[in-house]
């Protein structure tokens, strides 16, 4: 059956704003304010969903959305280089940020390679397919996750190779639509600012 999934991105965190590897932390003060008066209007949705994280979790609340915590769309697990800034890793050890960022198997971290991220979303979205084609009907889910996550499923949808990650940009705040058409995934928009009274209820 028909399925469409909505993609939003986090609001900014300190991390985002110092280019540092994010830990479990909040949002700014500034994004709560932001979203407290954005008064932005939620497509109709069959379900909503949220990574674990307090900053997707506060984000969801703070757009008024009632969401169920899916372990599958967490952040890339980033390790022994969480909280630091990527220009510092760079000038201590610019091999391994340079490793990071060009072959998606490397984990010079001790974390989470690009490819194990993109094989997790894979699966995480062939789930997803299967239980829309149970549920029998078409449906909507709304998911607030990480930019990260959302690179992935992009690249799955676009069949791109993981050397792509890299290029595609996901600001915060933003919305990325995918559809299921019962056989294959396509992208029907991408990095889509949200804005005041904006559903985006493309058919």
Do not use: C
């Amino acid at each position: 059956m028909p399925a469409r999934l909505t993609l939003i991105s986090h609001a900014p965190t300190p991390a985002q704003r110092d280019a540092r590897f994010p830990a479990d932390e909040p949002l700014e003060e500034s994004s709560l304010l932001k979203l407290s008066t954005l008064n932005w209007q939620p497509p109709r949705a069959n379900r909503v969903l949220t990574a674990p994280e307090l900053r997707t979790q506060q984000t969801a609340a703070a757009l008024n959305l009632s969401a169920t915590s899916d372990t599958e769309l967490r952040d890339i697990d980033y390790s022994t280089w969480q909280g630091h800034n990527l220009n510092d890793l760079y000038a201590k050890d610019p091999k391994a940020v340079t490793q990071w960022l060009t072959d998606p198997s490397a984990a010079p971290h001790k974390g989470e390679t690009i490819a194990h991220l993109i094989g997790r979303v894979t699966n995480w979205l062939a789930t997803f397919a299967a239980l829309v084609a149970e549920e029998k009907h078409t449906t909507h889910t709304i998911a607030i996750t990480h930019p990260a996550v959302i690179r992935a499923a992009i690249l799955h949808s676009l069949n791109a190779p993981p050397q792509s990650f890299w290029r595609i940009d996901i600001a915060p705040l933003t919305l990325t639509d995918l559809r299921h058409n019962g056989r294959t995934w396509t992208l029907r928009s991408t990095a889509i600012p949200l804005t005041a009274h904006d559903s985006i209820e493309t058919p």
